[in-house]
């Protein structure tokens, strides 16, 4: 009987710690307006699906935008995306999170577009106390104009995950032992924006957006938010080993996970600020710790 016990009893506990360390298979979608509102610019907002997707329209007059109702301090939030197809030069969307004053925190998706017949660029930014400057670039593995994708963030006190259908395309570690500052004390609220940046988005700004292909239309649907609300002026999230996404298994990626990071690095990553010699003579303190992944 004791044997039985102790087995009923492991059992439990395996289980209870599997269902609180593993993310849902599927994230739980939710219409637009449960989490999200327009930011500027409401008339070129398309709903559609009862909510369910929505398209950000760019015209030479404005794009537009929407943000969280909340402010989180760690979570994971993602979000489907289909991005503006064709000749989309000099157009950015935009995915990110952002603290709300000057010495900002900022975890940054920026899709650059590009001239009919060329790869999407993907740029990734980390800001700290308003330093950023920390950015990477990749292209995509496929073509993210003619089908939903999924882009997600991870972060706790140990790390950002930056995933592009579940692969981990970056890791920012909390380095606050080499004197980096990490995101751990300010709020922030999710963004998505579609404009025109056409003075550097594209090939440095060489390119132009053409407004003969306007009006420029990215799509949106599963909008996913599972993250500790907090008040803009909270100081901490008490969420300490009672959230997946702060469990022991989300505090570093495991073994399939780095290979897949390097897959990314070796074979699409086209600028890493790590690297950037002429930018930083010396390396970024999280960089050499980056090194090693």
Not at 51 to 76: A, I, R
Request: proline share 5%; aromatic share 18%; net charge neutral.
């Amino acid at each position: 009987m004791a044997s039985l016990l102790w087995t009923l009893c492991f059992a439990f506990l395996f289980l209870t710690h599997a269902t609180l360390a593993a993310p849902p298979r599927r994230p739980v979608n939710v219409p637009f307006y449960r989490n999200y509102v327009p930011t500027w610019a409401f008339d070129h907002i398309k709903y559609f699906n009862g909510g369910n997707e929505v398209q950000l329209v760019l015209d030479k007059y404005t794009g537009t935008g929407f943000q969280s109702k909340g402010s989180y301090l760690f979570g994971h939030f993602s979000m489907d995306i289909k991005l503006v197809p064709g000749d989309s030069a000099g157009t950015v969307t935009a995915f990110y999170l952002s603290s709300q004053n000057s010495e900002h925190d900022e975890i940054d998706f920026e899709f650059l577009g590009n001239r009919t017949g060329q790869p999407y660029i993907l740029q990734t930014n980390v800001f700290t106390g308003g330093k950023g400057d920390r950015e990477q670039r990749i292209y995509l593995w496929f073509d993210p104009t003619t089908e939903y994708h999924s882009y997600s963030v991870l972060w706790n006190m140990y790390q950002i995950v930056f995933f592009v259908d579940d692969v981990p395309i970056r890791v920012f570690k909390n380095c606050k032992d080499l004197g980096v500052r990490f995101p751990f004390n300010q709020p922030m609220k999710i963004y998505s924006s579609l404009w025109n940046a056409d003075d550097w988005a594209t090939r440095g700004g060489l390119e132009k957006t053409d407004w003969s292909k306007a009006p420029f239309v990215a799509s949106y649907r599963s909008f996913h938010i599972d993250g500790c609300e907090a008040s803009v002026y909270a100081k901490y999230c008490d969420t300490q080993g009672k959230r997946w996404w702060d469990q022991r298994d989300f505090q570093d990626l495991d073994g399939f996970q780095y290979r897949r990071l390097k897959w990314v690095r070796d074979k699409y990553t086209i600028y890493n600020y790590c690297t950037d010699r002429a930018r930083y003579p010396s390396m970024p303190p999280e960089c050499q710790r980056d090194r090693d992944v």
